[in-house]
């Protein structure tokens, strides 16, 4: 596939997830504020848990920042606080989002950067009608795990790179297509 075998130099903390990673939440095109904070691009990626490559990868990355940012985690405290105790982004979705079919069977991650991510299709060809985008695509997302330590909150965050979208998917959040509403010739309506 790449030409790129010296993996030795490459960064612990960077994953590319698979391509039944689905895109949810997508504020990719512009930065959007949280509760008055930065703005930021952001997207909720739901990897499912089928998907036990990327899984792997992604406790590794996490794993890895951890240990990258044992001094930032351990702030003025005296010893670092366990993994299992700081925040981490990767989500069971089963457990914390029950009730959104979206997530059943899947992890997620949400991950945000102050600047834009570079959004391509399956020919690595840049993306430039925004409706090809939207809440629900399936695609491969290009993202990094750091240690956090601010304001007494301690833990892992994921940083959006960039984004490939593989295919569409059903939309996400109520909103359908165009394409999709008129794509049927005889309303349904009338045959129940």
Not at 6 to 11: I, L, Q, R, S
């Amino acid at each position: 596939m790449s030409n790129n075998t010296n993996k030795a130099n490459a960064n612990p903390m960077k994953v590319i997830t698979g391509p039944d990673t689905r895109w949810s939440y997508a504020n990719v095109w512009e930065a959007k504020s949280i509760n008055g904070g930065t703005p930021k691009f952001s997207v909720s990626l739901i990897i499912p848990k089928s998907d036990t490559r990327t899984i792997a990868k992604l406790k590794a990355a996490i794993e890895a920042a951890y240990h990258e940012g044992e001094a930032k985690l351990k702030g003025n405290g005296k010893t670092v606080p366990p993994l299992s105790a700081i925040k981490t982004p990767l989500r069971d979705g089963d457990t914390e989002r029950p009730d959104d079919p979206a997530y059943a069977n899947a992890y997620f991650i949400n991950a945000n950067s102050s600047t834009a991510p570079g959004i391509v299709d399956a020919d690595r060809q840049p993306i430039l009608d925004r409706s090809e985008v939207y809440s629900g695509v399936y695609g491969r997302a290009s993202i990094n795990f750091y240690a956090f330590n601010s304001n007494g909150n301690r833990g892992i965050a994921c940083g959006l790179n960039n984004l490939q979208k593989i295919r569409d998917g059903e939309p996400l959040g109520g909103k359908s297509r165009a394409e999709d509403d008129f794509a049927t010739e005889i309303d349904e309506d009338f045959l129940s």
